[in-house]
């Protein structure tokens, strides 16, 4: 039920005390349905209150950095890593990232002869539980239905060079399987602790889209 | 949802209109209920 993030985006403030029922939203006829069903469910003892603000409190938690630990864990730990591909969920609980709302998780890695990306070309399925929420590009039409047909441009657009040798798959995920690209660590990163790789590591390079470098990442949009 | 409504909605409305679909389908509400709730709402912040 993503779509109660709704409610709470309007309000901007995180401390209200119930921050998917406020009143004030205006715009969309449909913020008002979200909340009339949410009062309705509420009332008829199906939810409670106390259910949506803990939901919502999960999502806002979970972000990328979760997701690059993990990937960092996997670059300094071969046994870590080999764990990682045969049992996603089990080698993610190692590191206190919870990875069981996903009903099957598949990690992908990308090596020097594949380039793994994700899609959702249905809708937005996406690892939530490992990312937090999915950018803006990945629930757009034309990411969406442009990278099954010609990933390779897309990457491009991305600033993702992919050379001609290296075979790009793409996976689409769906209602049931959620994927995880655990990118190759940079050259040149000998010297960085697991801590310091992890800061290398983007939520986009986990789509697959584009990759780590030596350099400490940027702020992401 | 049909597809001219698909078309025609929002990403977080098809959420919205959907979750309500599946509800009333699965017995839990009625399209009257949520109608006259909406209603009410609509009167408390008027």
Not at chain 1, 49 to 66: C, S
């Given at each position: 039920m993503s779509?109660?993030h709704?409610?709470?985006?309007?309000?901007?403030?995180?401390?209200?005390?119930?921050?998917?029922?406020?009143?004030?939203?205006?715009?969309?006829?449909?913020?008002?349905?979200?909340?009339?069903?949410?009062?309705?469910?509420?009332?008829?003892?199906?939810?409670?209150?106390?259910?949506?603000?803990q939901q919502l409190a999960r999502e806002e938690q979970r972000t990328p950095a979760d997701g690059a630990r993990v990937v960092?864990?996997?670059?300094?730990?071969?046994?870590?890593?080999?764990?990682l591909?045969?049992d996603p969920k089990a080698a993610c609980a190692e590191l206190a990232v919870d990875a069981s709302p996903i009903p099957a998780f598949v990690v992908?890695?990308?090596?020097?002869?594949?380039?793994?990306?994700v899609?959702c070309?249905?809708?937005s399925c996406y690892p939530r539980a490992i990312l937090g929420r999915p950018p803006?590009?990945y629930?757009?039409?034309?990411?969406?239905?442009?990278?099954?047909?010609?990933?390779?441009?897309?990457?491009?657009?991305?600033?993702?060079?992919?050379?001609?040798?290296?075979?790009?798959?793409?996976?689409?995920s769906t209602a049931d399987v959620r994927y995880l690209v655990l990118?190759?660590?940079?050259?040149?990163?000998?010297?960085?602790?697991?801590?310091?790789?992890?800061?290398?590591?983007?939520r986009?390079?986990m789509v697959?889209?584009?990759?780590?470098?030596?350099?400490?990442?940027?702020?992401?949009? | 949802?049909?597809?001219?409504?698909?078309?025609?909605?929002?990403?977080?409305?098809?959420?919205?209109?959907?979750?309500?679909?599946?509800?009333?389908?699965?017995?839990?509400?009625?399209?009257?209920?949520?109608?006259?709730?909406?209603?009410?709402?609509?009167?408390?912040?008027?």
């Amino acid at each position: 039920m993503s779509g109660n993030h709704d409610g709470h985006d309007h309000d901007g403030d995180g401390h209200a005390p119930h921050p998917g029922m406020h009143a004030g939203g205006q715009g969309s006829p449909y913020a008002l349905r979200l909340r009339a069903v949410a009062a309705l469910l509420i009332e008829k003892g199906i939810l409670t209150q106390a259910d949506i603000d803990q939901q919502l409190a999960r999502e806002e938690q979970r972000t990328p950095a979760d997701g690059a630990r993990v990937v960092a864990r996997a670059w300094v730990d071969p046994a870590f890593k080999a764990r990682l591909l045969r049992d996603p969920k089990a080698a993610c609980a190692e590191l206190a990232v919870d990875a069981s709302p996903i009903p099957a998780f598949v990690v992908l890695e990308n090596t020097d002869q594949v380039q793994n990306v994700v899609v959702c070309t249905l809708c937005s399925c996406y690892p939530r539980a490992i990312l937090g929420r999915p950018p803006d590009w990945y629930k757009s039409l034309n990411y969406r239905s442009r990278v099954v047909v010609e990933p390779r441009a897309v990457l491009r657009e991305f600033g993702t060079q992919v050379p001609d040798d290296v075979e790009v798959r793409v996976y689409d995920s769906t209602a049931d399987v959620r994927y995880l690209v655990l990118p190759q660590r940079p050259a040149g990163t000998e010297h960085l602790s697991e801590a310091e790789l992890a800061r290398l590591v983007l939520r986009d390079h986990m789509v697959g889209v584009s990759n780590p470098t030596a350099e400490p990442a940027l702020v992401q949009a | 949802l049909p597809v001219e409504v698909y078309e025609r909605l929002g990403y977080y409305e098809r959420w919205i209109h959907g979750s309500e679909l599946i509800l009333i389908e699965k017995g839990l509400l009625t399209r009257e209920e949520v109608d006259r709730k909406v209603a009410e709402l609509e009167r408390q912040w008027a």
